[in-house]
């Protein structure tokens, strides 16, 4: 099977940096997906990585380790609307459909 | 349609009744993915549907759950027998094709068993 584990919580203040760090155990990786969750609502998809490097997308970068089973997802200028859920997932070669998700990380962002 | 669509939005059931959960997925999508979300904690994949097969349900709990998928489209999530541990949000999600392409997710079906 696949271990998955990113941090529980995080808080950091608004107009701030957080890096959220995900490292992975499996075998025949193909591919990373963070995810973001706002309480209550549905998930929905940031960023996918499958070579190694620094993927930027406006405030937000995805960056990935694949020798190091390690990911980070940068978020920059922080925003109240950034309090979420955010969701590692890691995607195999045993099985194109199966998404392997991590418990998730809580970020907290304070005034 | 627009988004993933789910139904019921709130299902409460008694213990040992059977539920059925219906998704209706993005128009075009070939994919599409049931996953179930405990409270406080991550995704667990259940099933994946590639058109209207299953090529991997190593997901599903137990034989008590199962699902299809008709004409391409329409999903239903059927829980037979259901038992308090059952209680989740039920998530569904579409892709354009399998692998490595962005899930749209639906808003999700909170399931209680009293």
């Known amino acids: 099977g696949q271990n998955i584990d990113q941090p529980t919580e995080m808080t950091a203040t608004e107009g701030a940096i957080v890096q959220i760090n995900c490292t992975y155990q499996t075998s025949g990786f193909n591919g990373l997906f963070w995810y973001q969750q706002h309480a209550g609502e549905a998930p929905t998809f940031l960023s996918y990585n499958v070579l190694d490097g620094l993927e930027e997308k406006g405030r937000f970068s995805s960056f990935l380790s694949r020798s190091k089973g390690y990911s980070y997802l940068l978020l920059k200028e922080l925003q109240m609307k950034d309090s979420a859920s955010y969701l590692c997932?890691?995607?195999?070669?045993?099985?194109?459909?199966?998404?392997?998700f991590g418990a998730g990380t809580q970020v907290v962002v304070t005034p | 349609g627009a988004g993933v669509s789910q139904s019921p939005s709130n299902k409460v059931t008694e213990k040992g009744k059977d539920v059925e959960l219906r998704c209706d997925p993005i128009?075009?999508?070939?994919?599409l993915y049931w996953y179930r979300q405990s409270l406080g904690q991550g995704l667990e994949f259940l099933i994946y549907f590639q058109g209207n097969s299953a090529p991997d349900k190593s997901g599903l709990p137990s034989d008590r759950f199962s699902a299809e998928r008709t004409g391409g489209s329409v999903s239903t999530l059927t829980i037979q027998r259901t038992q308090q541990e059952d209680s989740a949000v039920y998530l569904c999600?579409?892709?354009?094709?399998?692998?490595?392409?962005?899930?749209?997710f639906g808003p999700g079906t909170r399931l209680t068993v009293l």
């Open positions: 999600a579409s892709s354009k094709a399998g692998g490595p392409f962005e899930q749209f």
């Open positions: 128009s075009g999508h070939t994919a």
């Open positions: 997932a890691v995607l195999t070669t045993d099985s194109w459909g199966k998404l392997q």
